[in-house]
């Protein structure tokens, strides 16, 4: 494994992380924690601090015992994702150490975009999934990259239910939230 990167930034998106497993019809939801987008900076080894934007993937209990909310200035260390883990849509994952820093101390406007508290795990695994039009929503710029609704589903579709990593994965942007949502555009199939 490679050496963890130091980061230190300000959480602007909070999203659940969720996993689809399809086989023979089926079609299971898992949600194995979060993802954060925070702005700020990532330091590997020696060298200096590069400010970026970046995603740190953490899980359920992690949130649960710190209660992260947008806003937060969070520092730590994790590891990079390597190229073969195709579950994890982060850049930076297994964090080591985790520090809240600061709460946000300046109230974040509702709608649009959505900034409403992210779903338990559980709301995750039943809500329904309708998939976005087009990527780019989630981007920097997008018009869902702050929602806690809008998620990047990693969809793994089986030909052997015990072995995940023989599946034939796939990262689908997806929409967890109402159809009232003024960004959300439905994808026409």
């Not at 993802?35 to 970026?52: N, Y």
């Not at 649960?64 to 579950?87: I, K, M, S, Y």
């Not at 015990?162 to 994808?187: D, K, M």
């Amino acid at each position: 494994m490679s050496a963890p990167i130091r980061f230190w930034g300000r959480v602007v998106s909070l999203r659940p992380r969720l996993v689809l497993t399809k086989f023979e019809g089926s079609t299971e939801a898992s949600c194995p924690g979060y993802i954060l987008t925070l702005e700020g900076t990532l330091t590997e080894g020696s060298a200096p601090p590069v400010g970026s934007t970046f995603t740190v993937a953490i899980g359920p209990a992690t949130m649960q015992n710190r209660e992260l909310a947008l806003g937060d200035l969070l520092r730590g260390d994790a590891h990079p994702v390597p190229d073969g883990l195709p579950d994890v849509p982060a850049q930076l994952y297994k964090v080591g150490v985790l520090r809240l820093i600061a709460r946000t101390e300046t109230e974040i406007p509702l709608d649009p975009p959505r900034t409403d508290s992210p779903l338990s795990p559980d709301d995750v695994e039943r809500a329904p999934r309708r998939a976005l039009a087009i990527k780019c929503l989630l981007s920097e710029r997008g018009g869902c990259r702050d929602c806690s609704h809008a998620v990047l589903a990693c969809v793994v579709r089986l030909t052997d239910p015990r072995n995940y990593r023989t599946g034939r994965w796939s990262q689908v942007p997806a929409c967890l939230g109402p159809e009232s949502c003024p960004h959300f555009i439905p994808r026409e199939d």
